[in-house]
């Protein structure tokens, strides 16, 4: 038997579309492919975005796993079509033979001996979070019952820091304000000047990255264990964001700051009342020894600038072996805010991945008596 929530993904940026199967999905959970859109047209808003998210509206199909908008237990298939697509089909295209420097082009056409490296960058797009999108958007829907939720937002842009302290907001407040942000910021007195830089750096023909702060509340604690390399949750959340395409580094809680200061100023003291343990702080990110804590999971996540730039860089035509100017292909300026989208739907997959290898996969009334039983059995000592 394997894992919960498995899954995997297949498509090409100018292919038909972007199918996910997700397998080992409990019974008795309601889907809704409204919320799954919900999420998608999130994900494809963002200033700095280039023309392509005018031809996309993406919309999920669900073609597998779900009855009368439940899920069945079954393996659940989402596709979504790339309205692009008619654009490119029985079209010949030049073939691309000048890697663009930070992107997989060079060391893909290598690996797989592709002379057109378009073979490459049509899988290694980040088209393809459109359909992680959705299958986080799953995930989400499946702890919901749970009260679990997760936000997202974006802390600097182009090295313009918007900083705010989420601390003190709820989950839903930074979902409310990030929404109305067209940066996705949580401090929106930076979005007037972000967007101009972001406008200044387009027309030299550049790029920019970014960080993006995610967050997950109503965790419940011991999702993950310290037992092995690959049970640990901090671990599993990390390989996933660094799977997500230009994402270069993640820190858990206070992150690098750990490396600065003494162990009595970071770790999170242990308090006791009738609600039961409780930290006052919460500088580990909800996460120790590789377990949830039980407080609100958070972690920054850090985005290099998109590789493709209009003003392009160096680089060796593969076939000739003369220097050349790296292919200029359609892009985006800066895609930060999609990735912070992006990442809520990585943390709500592992998340949910932990939550019913505990709480068991089979169908939700079980898993909802198991959850129950384990939150009165926090005292194990009794
Ligand atoms: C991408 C290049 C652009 C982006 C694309 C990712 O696409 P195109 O080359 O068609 O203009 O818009 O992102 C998406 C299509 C998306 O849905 O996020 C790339 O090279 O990674």
Known sequence: MSSPFEYITSGESHGPGLT???KNIPAGFKISSELINYDLERRQKGYGRGGRMKIEKDQVQILG????????????????PNHDYKNWEGKKTEPITRPRPGHADLVGGIKYQREDLRDILERSSARETAVRTAVGSVAKQLLSPFQIQTASFVETLGGIE???????FSILEIQKITENSELRLLNPDFESKIKSFI??????GDTLGGTIVVLADGIPPALGSFAMPETKLDSRIAAAFLSLQAIKGIEFGIGRQYAYLKGSEVHDEIFYNEKGFYRKTNRAGGIEGGMSNGERIFLKAF????PTLMKPLLSVDIHTKKAFEAVKERSDVTAVP?????????LAIEIAKAFFERFG???QNT?????????RKFEWLE
């Open 20 to 22: 996910a199967v997700i």
């Open 361 to 363: 996969m089979d169908n």
């Open 199 to 204: 406008d200044t750096v387009k027309e030299n």
């Open 303 to 306: 985005m290099k600038p998109i």
């Open 367 to 375: 898993i909802m008596k198991n959850f129950i039983e384990d939150q």
């Open 65 to 80: 796993g779900i009855r009368n908008n439940e899920t069945t237990g079954t393996p659940l298939s989402l596709f979504i």
């Open 338 to 346: 999609a990735a912070a989208v992006v990442g809520e739907a990585l």
């Open 162 to 168: 918007a900083l705010k302290d989420s601390s003190v």
